[in-house]
């Protein structure tokens, strides 16, 4: 069992940035997918952005492209989330997922308790 931790959260004025980390307990995230998602109550979970493993390809949802930015440590341990130029509809809980298997916009065996992202106005 693979338990995810998302770190990074908070409050932060439009047009502001946020860094949200992801880590896996007692195990690094080398050899995993990882992604990023978030919801906002009443609606569904929107995909965000996700890495692979091996060749570290990354892919972003159109909402997000061009301001956020998902990597990995250099050791392999972490995945962050880096938000730029966030706007109010940034709000959300962020949630972490991994795989062993491919990356993809939804197919995740492992996720995170979620973490809070508010962006005042």
């Known amino acids: ?16 940035s946020l860094r949200l980390s992801c880590a ?10 990882v992604g990023w998602f978030r919801q906002v109550p009443g609606k569904e979970r929107e995909f965000v952005a996700a890495i692979a493993w091996g060749s570290d390809n990354t892919y972003y949802g159109d909402s997000v492209k061009g301001r956020f930015t998902i990597s990995r440590d250099s050791a392999k341990i972490t995945v962050s989330l880096q938000m730029n130029s ?8 962020y949630y972490c997922a ?18 809070q992202v508010t962006v005042s106005s």
């Open 98 to 115: 991994a795989t062993e298997y491919i990356v993809s916009r939804s197919e995740y065996d492992y996720w995170g308790q979620g973490i």
């Open 24 to 33: 896996a307990s007692g195990r690094t995230l080398s050899r995993y997918a």
């Open 1 to 16: 069992q693979v338990q995810l931790v998302e770190s990074g959260g908070g409050l932060v004025q439009a047009g502001g």
């Open 86 to 93: 966030l706007e109010p509809e940034d709000t959300a809980t």
